[in-house]
């Protein structure tokens, strides 16, 4: 494993949010284009991507891969949704924040920063795998995060609006598992296009993350204890616990170590744009991606040597 290829592609997304803070800075773009860039990427760009990610050729072998990768996918995210749930309370964080922390607790950059570290560490064929792992993920941060994001919000505390589970991430995860299972061989022009939409989603996430710290004053930006202890928990306790408990039982270095590296990675970049999309706390969630961000360069390699 080459330490410092982790270490260029952690960095390299890093560098891209701080390109959007500068250009929201410099005025190079406003809040009503980050805003509509927002509506972008959850409503086209993200449901490309998932459906582009899905789009593999079927076989038995890939099924039954699928099968004992999303069994260990579901044990993962069961003991993430456990550390989600009960540690906003240890900390006790305010009520209409519990919610935005248990996302960044829960949902790590599995896609955006998880695919490239993978590949780095594992090469290709570990891509495939990760591609299984993230299948869940579509699936949950559309459903459960949305929930999380909007549970406490504001005067809809303790109210759930069933119809945030129609949305497009939702749609695209259906679609793409029919494409994958029939299985559905997409023209050329379309396929191509639906990958180069898909494609543009990590820089502009990362960019538009950078737009958004940009609204918060810079003494805010590193404000606040809990969200240290949040970053550190999401960049160091989730992966060792997910080594802990699959290591006793799993001995293929890809079924074990690509769960702990994804739980190595930083909070979700869906976080800020759902939260900006559902109308939740878009500055705590913003921040939580910046500081697990800047943090995850030194932490990501650290685990992988440790734990890889």
């Known amino acids: ?92 964080a305010p009520l209409a924040e519990q919610g935005t922390y248990a996302f960044l607790l829960l949902f790590s950059n599995t896609g955006f920063m998880g695919f490239p570290v993978v590949q780095t560490i594992f090469g290709d064929e570990g891509l495939f795998y990760a591609a299984i792992f993230n299948l869940p993920f579509n699936l949950l941060v559309f459903s459960v995060g949305i929930i999380l994001l909007t549970r406490h919000r504001g005067g809809d505390e303790g109210r759930f609006d069933p119809v945030i589970l129609l949305n497009p991430g939702i749609i695209a995860v259906l679609i793409g598992f029919l494409i994958f299972v029939i299985p559905i061989s997409l023209p050329v022009a379309v396929s191509g296009a639906v990958t180069a939409l898909g494609s543009v989603t990590t820089p502009l996430s990362m960019i538009v993350i950078g737009a958004m710290l940009a609204r918060i004053e810079p003494s805010e930006i590193f404000a606040g204890w809990r969200v240290y202890v949040v970053s550190g928990a999401r960049l160091l306790l989730l992966p060792l616990v997910v080594w802990a408990v699959l290591s006793p039982f799993i001995h293929d270095p890809y079924l074990l170590g690509i769960p702990v590296v994804m739980a190595a990675m930083p909070a979700a970049a869906n976080a800020a744009i759902l939260a900006e999309e559902y109308r939740a706390d878009t500055q705590l969630a913003s921040q939580g991606v910046f500081i697990s961000t800047l943090f995850c360069t030194l932490t990501i390699p650290f685990v992988a040597v440790l734990l890889v």
Request: glycine fraction near 8%.
């Open 1 to 92: 494993m080459e330490y410092f290829g982790v270490f260029n592609q952690v960095l390299t997304l890093f560098l891209l949010v701080c390109a959007g803070y500068a250009a929201r800075r410099s005025g190079v773009i406003d809040d009503a284009m980050t805003t509509g860039t927002c509506r972008f990427l959850v409503n086209c760009a993200l449901p490309a991507l998932i459906i582009s990610s899905m789009m593999v050729p079927f076989s038995a072998d890939l099924l039954s891969a699928c099968g004992g990768m999303l069994v260990i996918t579901g044990i993962f995210y069961g003991v993430s949704l456990v550390i989600a749930l009960l540690l906003p309370l240890l900390i006790r």
